[in-house]
């Protein structure tokens, strides 16, 4: 069975920082682009950043540009994301995704609508 695990979330005060990561098991998925999405109460769910399945290729939503960063490790099938000098507006439930099928290795992905697998979500709230 397929699973994407997220762990890392947590409470943090505005201007600090956290580490998501997101555990995939069941299947290899270092030839799959991957991707994170966040939802917040009341709102629909929106990208955050995604990774090409070499890792060549990174994107970010411009809420989150030059404060987040995207990695991943394929040998440990597990994708990360970086969070610095967080703010309110980025609490939110986390998801990580990943994308089935053959990709070039620069391809990425950022519509919900373009990822075959989810993982469960991680809460990170950001007091100010």
């Known amino acids: 069975q397929v699973q994407l695990v997220e762990s890392g979330g947590g409470l943090v005060q505005a201007g600090g920082s956290l580490r998501l990561s997101c555990a995939a098991s069941?299947?290899?998925?270092?030839?799959?682009?991957m991707g994170w999405f966040r939802q917040a109460l009341g709102k629909e769910r929106e990208f955050v950043a995604s990774i090409s399945w070499s890792g060549i290729n990174t994107n970010y939503a411009d809420s989150v540009k030059g404060r987040f960063t995207i990695s991943r490790d394929n040998a440990k099938n597990t994708e990360y994301l970086q969070m610095s000098s967080l703010k309110a507006e980025d609490t939110a439930v986390y998801y990580c995704a990943a994308r089935d099928g053959t990709w070039l290795m620069g391809t990425v992905f950022n519509r919900p609508d373009q990822y075959d697998y989810w993982g469960q979500g991680t809460q990170v709230t950001v007091s100010s």
């Open positions: 069941g299947r290899t998925f270092s030839r799959a682009p």
